[in-house]
């Protein structure tokens, strides 16, 4: 209608463009890994790691944090919890853009897809991030940013199909039923 073009007019034609979201991929080799089980949420000594811990590791891993606890280092000390277990090479890849829920759905059901083939992974996750400046959190709720604007879950994938589905969000937000 007219309120349509009448908001086209501010923007030159070469100025519209459909944003794409921007795809990366890396390959990490030997990657330090918590061992899981999809029926230990608390992790057990010796056996396995908690959700706790795997969602800690994987915010080092995802902001490329070393794992190998060097006591010169500036930056961090942190090492992968125990126990744990070395993998040849771990696959990253990481989509950065304005994503729909049908398209996170879609990753899921092709990340499932992974274990019908001869791999050798036992457990892969799928992160979701809003931005941290989002005006919405959960449930169409006011996002308050207040330190770091948490909002972000995270599924973890097991070969059995079994899932643990994790949710951060700020102090304040309300998180989903």
Known sequence: ??????????????????????????????????????????GKPEESCSTEELFEWLGAVLNQVNLDNKSSSFLSTYC??????????????????????DKIIQLLEQLCCYFSEPKLAHWLTLTVHGFADSPVSWRENEHGFHKGGENLYNFVIFRNLD???????????????
């Open 163 to 177: 899932y643990w589905l994790q949710m951060a969000v700020g102090t304040n937000d309300d998180c989903p039923p």
């Open 80 to 101: 992968c919890p125990q126990p744990n277990t070395v993998v040849d090479q771990a696959f990253l890849c990481t989509i950065t853009g304005f994503i729909i829920p």
């Open 1 to 42: 209608g007219a309120e349509g073009s009448t908001l086209m007019s501010y923007f030159p034609k070469n100025q519209i463009r459909a944003l794409k979201p921007k795809i990366t991929f890396s390959t990490l080799r030997g990657l330090q890994c918590p061992v899981l089980q999809s029926n230990e949420l608390e």
